[in-house]
């Protein structure tokens, strides 16, 4: 009989430690769909559609740019982007991390982006971000953006 309990008993625990392993799966890739979701709207310089994903507080840190605070700069922010850049990336997700309604993640981005302005096109291989998600409401934000080349 103590066997029977002790069997029963481990066969309960790992059940519960497989459905929480499938649970922070599930969440990791709710947080990927969004940051995938980033990549294409940038990608199809959708300004609106990039708004959209973050938060209504979010932040965006462009490199070597002014900080944008809120939808309103946001959306500011990548006008400018678009009118300056024309992205051609795919999205390297290198780590993503969640605890309760907050995460982060680090991604990478391959490929190339051309300057509008003289048509020079430059390789993404050190291109490098940094994202800051909170649930709201059911649904996985942008709260903080940032990214940077590195050399």
């Not at 993404?124 to 990214?147: G, M, P, Q």
């Amino acid at each position: 009989m103590r066997k029977k309990i002790y069997l029963a008993s481990l066969v309960g625990l790992l059940s519960a430690g497989l459905a929480v392993a499938s649970t922070q799966r599930d969440i990791s890739n709710e947080i990927k769909t969004v940051i995938y979701a980033y990549g294409k709207a940038m990608n199809e310089s959708d300004v609106e559609a990039v708004v959209k994903l973050y938060a209504e507080d979010g932040i965006f840190i462009p490199s070597g740019l002014p900080t944008a605070v809120g939808r309103k700069e946001i959306r500011e922010a990548y006008k400018h982007e678009f009118d300056t850049i024309d992205l051609d990336v795919n999205i390297a997700i290198d780590e993503v991390q969640h605890e309760g309604n907050m995460a982060y993640a680090r991604s990478r981005s391959l490929g190339q982006l051309t300057v509008l302005a003289n048509g020079e096109k430059k390789s993404t291989e050190h291109y490098r971000a940094f994202f800051v998600l909170k649930k709201i409401r059911n649904d996985w934000k942008i709260s903080r953006f940032t990214f940077n080349f590195s050399n």
